[in-house]
């Protein structure tokens, strides 16, 4: 099955703004990231088609993820 990947911020370290990547089916998204070799599991945000979404989540062809760092301030 084909994943958009949308990266931001410091995860664009691990590939560029935008990509597909091809994985099997029935794959999660804790897959996805061990294809994308990001090893971050503490301080991330991970959306699947704009909802959040979490590491045990399995994909379906045509999804796209987009993955950041949360993001604070005052």
């Known amino acids: 099955?084909?994943?958009r990947v949308k990266l931001y911020?410091?995860?664009l370290k691990y590939g560029p703004e935008e990509s597909y990547v091809e994985l099997p089916d029935n794959s999660t998204v804790n897959d996805l990231l061990k294809k994308l070799s990001i090893?971050?599991?503490n301080y991330i945000i991970l959306l699947i088609n704009l909802k959040?979404?979490?590491?045990e989540d399995v994909l379906k062809d045509g999804?796209?993820?987009s993955i950041f760092?949360?993001?604070g301030g005052g």
């Open 63 to 65: 999804d796209t993820i």
């Open 9 to 11: 911020g410091e995860f």
């Open 39 to 41: 090893e971050e599991r």
């Open 1 to 3: 099955m084909k994943i």
């Open 69 to 71: 760092a949360p993001v």
């Open 52 to 55: 959040r979404s979490w590491f």
